[in-house]
């Protein structure tokens, strides 16, 4: 069964402090993978997406990685800030044809003063 | 204004009530999506339409039925609400990207309360 699994559940951390979500997979065939921020009350928006040919993507203080041997992937936050206080979604996709995404529980993360 | 919009943004509604979801876009995208979301569970897919009038069941389709009437607008029906229907749903849309992948854009979300 695809299944996308993410850890932790939730982590609470200092602003300024990093951070790494990690997320494991088990979607097969693999086709490409994204990492989603959500505000809360709010749709989930891309940060960053990634093929089976890339293994690192960033996007200003996140950093995502991909192995697609070990069909693990983390997300990497620097600098963290109040307003990274949201969950993170990692998502899967078996192949481009757009309906077959299979999304993680995702990983709130607090950030505090 | 916001590419992907839904209505109404929060509904409360009682046991065996007929309600309607709407999604509307102004990206042209012609994919469209219905999921539904739960505490502690990722997005589930409900429905999903590739071009006007085409419809596909998603996981978890049972209980909901959906119209794709014209490129812009993707509504979803709940035929006889349920209290195990109350979640947060999303509409989405999608685009193939340079690189052959596709984009999901998400709607803000409604939450619906069936008591």
Not at chain 1, 87 to 97: A, E, F, R
Not at chain 2, 97 to 115: A, I, K, M
Request: charged share 20%.
């Amino acid at each position: 069964k695809n299944q996308v699994e993410q850890s932790p559940q939730s982590l609470i951390i200092l602003e300024g402090k990093n951070c790494t979500l990690q997320c494991n997979y088990t979607v097969s065939p693999f086709s490409n993978l994204r990492w989603y921020k959500q505000d809360t009350g709010r749709g989930p928006v891309s940060l960053t997406i990634m093929t089976f040919s890339e293994n690192t993507k960033s996007n200003g203080r996140y950093t995502a990685t991909l192995d697609a041997d070990t069909k693990q992937s983390s997300l990497h936050i620097t600098a963290s800030q109040l307003s990274d206080s949201a969950s993170y979604i990692c998502v899967v996709s078996s192949h481009n044809y757009g309906q077959n995404f299979v999304f993680g529980p995702g990983t709130r993360l607090s950030v505090l003063p | 204004d916001a590419d992907v919009t839904q209505t109404p943004r929060n509904r409360i509604t009682k046991t065996g009530k007929r309600i309607m979801l709407e999604c509307s876009q102004t990206k042209g995208h012609d994919r469209m999506y219905w999921y539904r979301q739960d505490p502690g569970l990722g997005l589930r897919l409900i429905y999903y339409s590739f071009d006007v009038k085409d419809i596909n069941k998603g996981e978890i389709s049972d209980g909901y039925s959906v119209s794709r009437q014209a490129q812009a607008k993707f509504s979803l029906s709940l035929e006889s609400a349920i209290p195990n229907q109350t979640a947060l749903y999303f509409c989405a849309t999608s685009d193939v990207t340079s690189s052959g992948t596709h984009e999901q854009y998400f709607g803000p979300g409604t939450r619906l309360t069936v008591t």
